[in-house]
C-alpha cells in the first residue's frame, strides 16, 4: 500500500520564498527558508509567517452540536462564550490515551469550528463521526474543510503590527483565543481571525491566525513578507514550540499515554465525568502512575541534542526515554522532554541522556525552558 502524500495549497507560495520542501504528516510543506535558527531567533523578536494550511480543520453544524462535543472531549464546554476558542481540548480513547489535542472555535450554539493535527485529519473525523452514530446525534454534521482552506499563523512580538498592515485594525483589541469570525483582512472576508498561537514566544499575547481561502491565502502571506514578517518553516516551528514544553502529537503523546503521565492539565476538567475517557481518566488520577513526562536540559554550550527514543539513565539503570528533543538557540544548550519513572522525577536532579553511544548530563527541569 502506498501513503498518499497531499501537497499543501500555498506550496507554490512558499517555494517563491525561497523554501525548502519536505514531508510531514504526509504533507509536502516548507522545513525552512534558508536558516531555521534565524527563523526562530525572528520569531522571538520579530514577526514570522507561517503556512499552517497541514493542520486539518472541520465545521460542524446542527442543533446537538454542544451537547455532542461536551460528551466527546475532555474539557467542560458549558462557559464557552461565542467568539472563544476552547483549547486545547483532548480526545481521549476509552482508556483515557491521547488521541489528539485540538482547538474547538464556538461561532454559536449550532456552529463550532475545529483544527486538529496533520497526522489525524481523517482519523479525527473518522473517530467523531463513529461516536456521532453511536450516540444518534443524526443532525451533527462533521465537514472537513481541510483542502478548500489555509491557515496561516503571524507569531512574534511585532505580530499586531503585521495584521494591521493587513487591514485587520482592531487586532490589539482581540483578547487571548478570542476570534472574529468573518473579519476582513486585506479587504476580503475571511473565515476567521483568532489571537492564538504555537510558538508562544509572547505567552501573554501570542500571536494571530487567519483561516481563509486559498487564494486569499496566497495574498495574504505576501503582503505580510512586504510588511516585514519573515518567512519561516516547520524546523523553527518545533523548535519554538519545545522552548515552551508543548507537546507534539505522535511523539510526547498517544494513545499510549495519558494525560496524567503527560502532565497535560490545560485541556482536562477533572470533574467531568462524562465523556469519553473520563471515567478512567478519574479513575487513573485517583490511583497515580509511574512515568511522568519532565524537561531535560543540557549544560550550555554541549552541542549534543537529545533525540527521540534517547535513552535516559540514573547510573545504569534505565528510567525513561526521550521523546523530543532539539538545540535551542535562547538557551544555547539542547533541551528536550521525556519520561522517566516517577522515582526518578525530581525537579533540579541530574540524569544521564545517551547520546550517540556517549552518555550527557542533563538537569531536570519544568516547563517552558524559557
Known amino acids: 500500500m502506498f501513503n498518499i502524500v497531499k501537497e499543501v495549497p500555498l506550496l507554490e507560495v512558499q517555494r517563491e520564498l ?38 486539518g480543520r472541520y465545521v460542524m453544524r446542527g442543533r446537538s452540536v454542544f451537547e455532542f462535543l461536551q460528551k466527546l472531549v475532555s474539557k467542560d464546554l458549558s462557559d464557552v ?33 475545529a483544527v486538529v493535527n496533520a497526522p489525524n485529519v481523517e482519523s479525527d473525523r473518522e473517530w467523531m463521526l463513529a461516536w456521532r452514530d453511536r450516540w444518534r446525534y443524526t443532525d451533527v454534521e462533521i465537514e472537513d474543510v481541510t483542502l478548500k482552506s489555509v491557515l496561516i499563523s503571524i507569531q512574534g512580538p511585532k505580530a499586531a503590527e503585521v495584521m494591521e498592515g493587513l487591514g485587520f485594525s482592531n487586532a490589539k483589541d482581540l483578547k487571548i483565543l478570542e476570534f472574529a469570525y468573518g473579519a476582513e483582512v486585506l479587504g476580503r472576508k475571511t473565515v476567521l481571525v483568532s489571537h492564538s498561537g504555537w510558538t508562544g514566544e509572547e505567552v501573554r499575547s501570542y500571536g494571530f491566525e487567519i483561516w ?54 490545560l485541556p ?45 539513565y540514573a547510573g545504569n539503570n ?24 516517577v522515582s526518578h522525577a525530581y525537579i533540579g536532579s541530574r540524569l544521564d541522556v545517551e547520546i550517540r553511544g556517549v552518555k550527557q548530563k542533563a538537569k531536570i527541569v519544568d516547563f517552558p525552558f524559557i
Not at 514531508?23 to 520579530?46: C, K, Q
Not at 472563544?84 to 454559536?108: F, H, Q, T
Not at 478519574?282 to 531535560?296: A, F, M, P, T
Open 18 to 55: 525561497g523554501g525548502s520542501v519536505g514531508e510531514f504528516a504526509g504533507w509536502l510543506t516548507s522545513m525552512d527558508y534558508g536558516n531555521p535558527i534565524e527563523e526562530h531567533v525572528n520569531t522571538r523578536t520579530s514577526a514570522s509567517v507561517f503556512d499552517v494550511s497541514h493542520m
Open 81 to 113: 462564550e461565542e467568539g472563544r476558542m476552547s483549547g486545547p481540548v483532548l480526545l481521549m480513547n476509552e482508556n483515557a490515551g491521547i488521541r489528539d489535542d485540538i482547538m474547538l472555535y464556538k461561532v454559536n450554539d449550532n456552529l463550532w469550528l
Open 212 to 265: 481563509t481561502d486559498v487564494n486569499h491565502g496566497k495574498e495574504i502571506i505576501r503582503k505580510s513578507v512586504s510588511l516585514g514578517a519573515k518567512p519561516a518553516g516547520l524546523i523553527a516551528r518545533d523548535s519554538l514550540r519545545l522552548e515552551m514544553g508543548y507537546l507534539l502529537v505522535g511523539q510526547d503523546m498517544s494513545e499510549d499515554l495519558n494525560p496524567i503521565e503527560a502532565r497535560y492539565w
Open 318 to 341: 534505565l528510567v525513561g526515554r526521550v521523546t523530543s528533543g532539539v538545540f535551542s538557540p535562547y538557551l544555547n544548550a539542547g533541551i528536550g522532554m521525556g519520561y522517566v519513572d
Open 268 to 312: 482536562l476538567s477533572l470533574e467531568k465525568e462524562e465523556c469519553v475517557g473520563c471515567p478512567k481518566l478519574r479513575e487513573i488520577y485517583e490511583k497515580g502512575v509511574s512515568r511522568i513526562r519532565v524537561g531535560l536540559k543540557l549544560k550550555k554550550g554541549v552541542r549534543a541534542i537529545p533525540r527521540h527514543g534517547s535513552g535516559i
